[in-house]
């Protein structure tokens, strides 16, 4: 099956889903259009995509940046916690990015260029402490093309056991 953009979002946010069971009300890709968000929450973002180095395979190679913003209810903590707490949660979500495949195997690079800082998430009347964490993943996509240099020229059957080095003019050509 063909890795596409939607699926390794899927990814993402199925890997996240075990280790912040606990922690979050909402984890789920952002949309600019739901303002309605249960604190404390991780929304994942696609932030920006270029070309990434192609390996020859016939796969596109795209370099995509993404983006969790984590956030925490303004409401619940006493103001000199809230800084730190949302700071650690930040850093709870590197740390789960770090040399992270999403479960897609070769299909992504290891994530690089990882970065968290405060942000300003704002989407309706109450306001919430965030921070975005962000990285950079090289995603294949597509179908990898089969190498034609790799490939036999001729097939040989034996039958066991009359098989091996010993028994090869016992073998049969079928292509």
């Known amino acids: 099956m063909s890795l596409t953009l939607t699926k390794v979002h899927e990814a993402i946010v199925e890997s996240l889903q075990e280790p912040f069971a606990q922690k979050v009300e909402t984890l789920r890709v952002h ?3 739901v303002k309605d968000i249960k604190a404390p929450a991780l929304l994942l973002a696609l932030d920006h995509m270029n070309g990434g180095n192609e390996t020859g395979d016939g796969r596109t190679a ?3 940046s993404f ?3 984590a956030i925490l209810p303004e409401k619940g903590l006493p103001a000199d916690k809230v800084s730190i707490a949302i700071a650690n949660f930040a850093a709870e979500v590197l740390h789960q990015i770090r ?5 897609l195997g070769s299909e992504v690079s290891h994530p690089h260029n990882l970065s968290a800082q405060p942000a300003d998430f704002k989407p309706g009347k109450a306001g919430f402490e965030s921070w975005v964490v962000s990285w950079e993943q090289t995603v294949y996509l597509g ?3 089969p190498d034609d240099s790799l490939l036999p020229d001729t097939v040989m059957v034996g039958i066991d056991p009359d098989i091996g080095l010993d028994n090869e003019n016992k073998y049969e050509q079928i292509v």
């Open 31 to 33: 949309s600019p259009l």
């Open 62 to 64: 795209v370099e995509c």
């Open 67 to 69: 983006s969790l913003c």
């Open 99 to 103: 040399y992270n495949h999403w479960g």
């Open 143 to 145: 179908e990898p093309e």
